[in-house]
Each structure stands twice: as structure tokens, then as C-alpha cells.
């Protein structure tokens, strides 16, 4: 079931959001400081590319000091915006039936995008 729903998921919207992930943390790479930030949007993009069949995980050594500043720094500047779309892009999959499973994934994803550094989808 989670294949077809990744399958579909690819279709309507997911490769697009791939593609955009893939550009940012390019551009994020090209500096020296950039490239954790860089890092963790490929991280996104790729569980944004099939999100059906993986959950949220938290790692161990999330609690670090470094990724509490990185996630402080990654909220400021793009988590809160990408968490935002994620849950307008929830509650407008959420309107009719079929979008029940699209709204549950855009869900998963919105603390993926607003915290990333420590947390993995698997």
C-alpha cells in the first residue's frame, strides 16, 4: 500500500518537492557555513520524494548543544516557513476523503521541516 501511495504521492506534487529541497541545499553548499543547513535540506527532500511507509525518528544524540543552535538557526531562517507549508498543504489535502492520507503526510513531515537536525524519517 505504501508503494501506490508513494507512486501517487511522485506524481501530484512529490518530485516537485524534491526538485525544490535539491536546488536549496545546493545553493546552501556552495558556502562553507551552508553546507549542515545543505545537508539536512537533501535529508527533507528525499523524505519528502517517498514519505508513505516511514515514520519520525529521533536520534540519540539529538540533545547536543551544536544541533539545539543549528535547529534554533534552521528555524529562524527556513524551518518555520517550510512547517507552515506543510500544514497548509495538510489541511487543504485534508478537504475531501482521498486527501485523508496526503493531509497524514504532509503532517509527518511538518516537524521533519521545522526541527530536522536529529530527527530522521525512516
Known amino acids: 500500500m505504501s508503494l501506490i501511495g508513494n507512486i501517487l504521492w511522485?506524481?501530484?506534487?512529490?518530485?516537485w518537492s524534491f526538485l525544490?529541497?535539491?536546488?536549496?541545499?545546493?545553493?546552501?553548499?556552495?558556502?562553507?557555513?551552508?553546507?549542515?543547513f545543505g545537508?539536512?535540506?537533501?535529508k527533507i527532500g528525499v523524505a519528502t520524494l517517498t514519505p508513505f511507509g516511514r515514520k519520525?525518528?529521533?536520534?540519540?544524540?539529538?540533545?547536543s548543544p551544536l544541533r539545539l543552535v543549528f535547529n534554533v538557526i534552521w528555524i529562524v531562517f527556513f524551518g518555520w516557513e517550510i512547517a507552515l507549508a506543510h500544514l497548509s498543504?495538510?489541511?487543504m489535502c485534508a478537504i475531501t476523503i482521498i486527501g485523508i492520507p496526503?493531509?497524514?503526510?504532509?503532517?509527518?513531515?511538518a516537524p521533519l521541516s521545522l526541527v530536522p537536525f536529529?530527527?530522521?524519517l525512516k
Open 39 to 42: 545537508v539536512q535540506a537533501y
Open 20 to 36: 525544490g529541497y535539491a536546488i536549496g541545499g545546493f545553493f546552501l553548499c556552495l558556502t562553507i557555513v551552508g553546507i549542515p
Open 56 to 63: 519520525l525518528v529521533t536520534r540519540e544524540e539529538a540533545d
Open 89 to 91: 498543504m495538510a489541511l
Open 10 to 15: 511522485i506524481i501530484l506534487g512529490g518530485l
Open 118 to 120: 536529529g530527527r530522521d
Open 102 to 109: 496526503f493531509a497524514v503526510q504532509h503532517l509527518k513531515l
